[in-house]
Structure formats: structure tokens, C-alpha cells
């Protein structure tokens, strides 16, 4: 049996549909994903393994842990940020469920 | 809208640049909302991600179906504990909102979207020559 969380608990109108002020925003920080995505080696290199949020183009916090990301942004308060990965540079393989 | 084309993220290996398809979704945390960014990865059965998100968002980690993860390694200590979950995630892109079966890792994992639920949804191109990836909203069958 599969857990369940519901989104609509506080991130909707009551009509069901989704606050174009959170879409804005969201759509804010895809634009943050291409910032990453078009930096320069070196801004990047330096994230290499790690977990990292990113608002307004710029790095808030990177950790190795998601852990240790969230309790730098709980400190931080910024406000929603796009969090991503920055993989090692080694190619993804599969993982394997059991 | 139905669909929606999403650039590949570049990044350096070494062996060269690649450049990997993804999606943004935006989950709902017990405080506030946050945007993920995760790799498409059609070879994937379901989504990964590490635990401590499904905390964030108010699961019980313990409560989803157990699984166990492992990669290329055989050996048994490379394996991981995960907690199967379906969470709703929004696809900003669409206003959409999804129920998705997600692996949560007991450890730091990649944030991957699988096949399971998400390829149920959408018809997915993924476009190497233009590094890019189509979403295509599959149509609603009706009886």
C-alpha cells in the first residue's frame, strides 16, 4: 500500500485550480535551472556531487546531503528555489529495484 | 496547452559535455513550496528520490512499500532501502497536477523521473539533436 500526500492542501484554490502567482513563480525558477545549466565550468565545478538551491541565478546553498541543504535554507528563509543535483562528472547508470 | 518542450541540462563529465533531459516539479512542503529539477530517465521502472524530500513533504517514510535498490555493484552492502510513496507533484509548466509513485532512497540518491505514473501521462520525445524533450499530454480515454 502506497503512502499518499495531497498537493491541494494548501497549494491551490479552493476552485482546483492552481494560483497563477505560484505558476509566476515557479516559471521564475525554471529560468534559475537554465542559469545552471548555461554557467561557466568553474561555477559549476565547484558543486560537483552536490545537492544545491538556486534563486535569482545565483547559489543560496549546497550541501552533499539534502539534509544539510535543507538546514541551510531553513536557516535562510529565501523563498521557494529550485533545487537540483549537480552529478559528478561520470556518465548515470541504472539502479535496480528489488 | 498539452504540451510543452523543456531544454536538456548540460553538464561535464569526463568524458565531455552531456547534456540530460529534465523536468521541474513543484511539491508542496509541510512549509512552503520548492521547485525539484530531476532527470528523465526512461530506463527507470518508478522516480527516485532521496528520503529526506519525502520528509519534507509530510510523509512517513517508513509507511511506504519497502524495496531495495541496487546499482551495478552485485555486492550486497552496495544496496539501499527505499519506501515506495505516490505523492502529488504540479508540472508548473502545465498547471498540472500529478499523483506519482516515487522510490524514496534511505540515502542521498538522484532525482529521477521512471516510467511508472509519469509515462502514463505524457508522451515523451526525447529530441537528442535539439537537446530537447517533447511532453506531450496523452488524451483521456473514454468509455
Redesign the interface.
Known amino acids: 500500500?502506497?503512502?499518499?500526500?495531497?498537493?491541494?492542501?494548501?497549494?491551490?484554490h479552493p476552485s482546483g485550480?492552481?494560483p497563477p502567482q505560484?505558476?509566476r513563480e515557479?516559471?521564475l525558477?525554471?529560468r534559475d535551472?537554465?542559469w545552471?545549466?548555461?554557467a561557466k565550468?568553474p561555477v559549476?565545478?565547484r558543486y560537483r556531487g552536490k545537492?544545491v538551491?538556486i534563486r535569482n541565478k545565483k547559489i543560496l546553498a549546497a550541501s552533499?546531503?539534502?539534509?544539510g541543504l535543507?538546514s541551510k535554507l531553513d536557516k535562510l528563509k529565501p523563498?521557494?528555489?529550485?533545487?537540483?543535483?549537480?552529478?559528478k562528472?561520470?556518465?548515470?547508470?541504472?539502479?535496480?529495484?528489488? | 496547452m498539452s504540451s510543452f518542450a523543456k531544454?536538456?541540462?548540460?553538464?561535464?563529465?569526463?568524458?565531455g559535455t552531456?547534456y540530460?533531459p529534465?523536468i521541474?516539479l513543484?511539491?508542496?512542503e509541510k512549509i512552503?513550496?520548492?521547485?525539484?529539477?530531476f532527470?528523465v530517465?526512461s530506463?527507470?521502472?518508478?522516480s527516485?528520490a532521496?528520503?529526506?524530500?519525502a520528509e519534507?513533504?509530510?510523509?512517513?517514510w517508513d509507511?511506504?512499500?519497502k524495496?531495495?535498490?541496487?546499482?551495478?555493484s552485485p555486492k550486497p552492502e552496495c544496496t539501499l532501502e527505499?519506501r515506495?510513496?505516490?505523492?502529488?507533484?504540479?508540472v508548473?509548466?502545465l498547471?498540472l497536477?500529478l499523483?506519482l509513485?516515487v522510490?524514496f532512497a534511505s540515502s542521498?540518491?538522484?532525482?529521477?523521473i521512471g516510467r511508472e505514473g509519469f509515462f502514463d501521462e505524457f508522451d515523451i520525445t526525447l529530441d537528442k539533436t535539439r537537446r530537447r524533450t517533447v511532453f506531450s499530454r496523452k488524451r483521456v480515454r473514454r468509455a
Open positions: 500500500m502506497y503512502g499518499c500526500t495531497a498537493l491541494s492542501k494548501d497549494g491551490r485550480k492552481v505560484l505558476l515557479a516559471r525558477r525554471q535551472g537554465e545552471l545549466s548555461s565550468g559549476v565545478r545537492y538551491a552533499t546531503t539534502m539534509k535543507y523563498g521557494m528555489v529550485l533545487i537540483t543535483r549537480v552529478e562528472p561520470t556518465l548515470l547508470v541504472y539502479v535496480e529495484l528489488r | 531544454k536538456w541540462m548540460r553538464q561535464k563529465t569526463r568524458t552531456v540530460r529534465v521541474d513543484l511539491f508542496n512552503g513550496r520548492n521547485l525539484y529539477s532527470i530517465d530506463g527507470a521502472d518508478i527516485l532521496p528520503r529526506q524530500l519534507r513533504i509530510g510523509l512517513d509507511k511506504g512499500s524495496i531495495t535498490l541496487s546499482g551495478i527505499g515506495i510513496h505516490t505523492v502529488s507533484a504540479l508548473p509548466d498547471a497536477e499523483a509513485p522510490c542521498d540518491a538522484p532525482l529521477l
